[in-house]
């Protein structure tokens, strides 16, 4: 089956630094998704990201299909970025049932 | 619109009992999604739905678990016998479709605690 790796597992930064989490998949895609958890476990949307980049205020996502990655970037970090950032895709072709990551766990200190 | 509702938010139950678990999906989302985030395992998928159908039940723990939705709408997660392992949250989501290239939105989830 399709394998998700996240990194780094942790990260601690600065309130106002910037940041980058990778997501590695093992197979080709047609839909990959970033989440972020809030500390009240709401998976909240931040991307739909199958290829190409976008971008929502301070936060952007990069997804380059045929080499199998998504990054997602966040400047100017705030304490409400705090939380788990979740990249999933599809178990498999043609499903639209995901597959999770393990997560970055990121804390922004003030 | 509204999003992804369901209820309760929090369930407390003594090991052996039954619990129903409910989700209202977007309105109009044909595809609703069950899935499981525990301590050991993360987040994992269960089951999921088309209209009213549930073609892949793969992910179901084992048979002490069920679901069904009626009407394209409303679904209901029912684990029977519960064991302590049960204990997680539960979360729904939903999409326009179930195929591939559909962004899925996810309810706030149902806490689960057997004791």
């Known amino acids: 089956g399709i394998q998700v790796e996240q990194s780094p597992p942790d990260l601690i930064l600065q309130e106002g630094a910037n940041s980058t989490l990778r997501c590695n998949f093992s197979d080709s895609v047609n839909n990959l998704q970033w989440f972020h958890q809030n500390p009240w476990g709401q998976l909240i949307n931040l991307f739909y990201?199958?290829?190409g980049t976008k971008q929502n205020g301070r936060l952007s996502a990069t997804t380059v299909a045929t080499e199998r990655y998504s990054l997602l970037y966040i400047s100017s970090s705030q304490t409400t970025d705090s939380g788990v950032y979740f990249c999933?895709?599809?178990?498999?072709?043609?499903?639209?049932?995901?597959?999770f990551g393990t997560g970055t766990r990121l804390t922004v200190i003030p | 619109g509204a999003g992804v509702s369901q209820s309760p938010s929090n369930k407390v139950t003594e090991k052996g009992k039954d619990v129903e678990l409910r989700c209202d999906p977007i309105?109009?989302?044909?595809?609703l999604y069950w899935y499981r985030q525990s301590l050991g395992q993360g987040l994992e998928f269960l089951i999921y739905?088309?209209?009213?159908?549930?073609?892949?039940k793969s992910g179901l723990p084992s048979d002490r678990f069920s679901a069904e939705r009626t009407g394209g709408s409303v679904s209901t997660l029912t684990i029977q016998r519960t064991q302590q392992e049960d204990s997680a949250v539960y979360l729904c989501a939903s999409s326009l479709e179930a195929r591939g290239g559909y962004e899925q939105y996810f309810g706030p989830g149902t806490r689960l605690t057997v004791t």
């Open positions: 309105s109009g989302h044909t595809a």
């Open positions: 999933a895709v599809p178990i498999k072709t043609g499903a639209n049932n995901l597959f």
């Open positions: 990201i199958p290829s």
């Open positions: 739905f088309q209209g009213n159908s549930a073609p892949d």
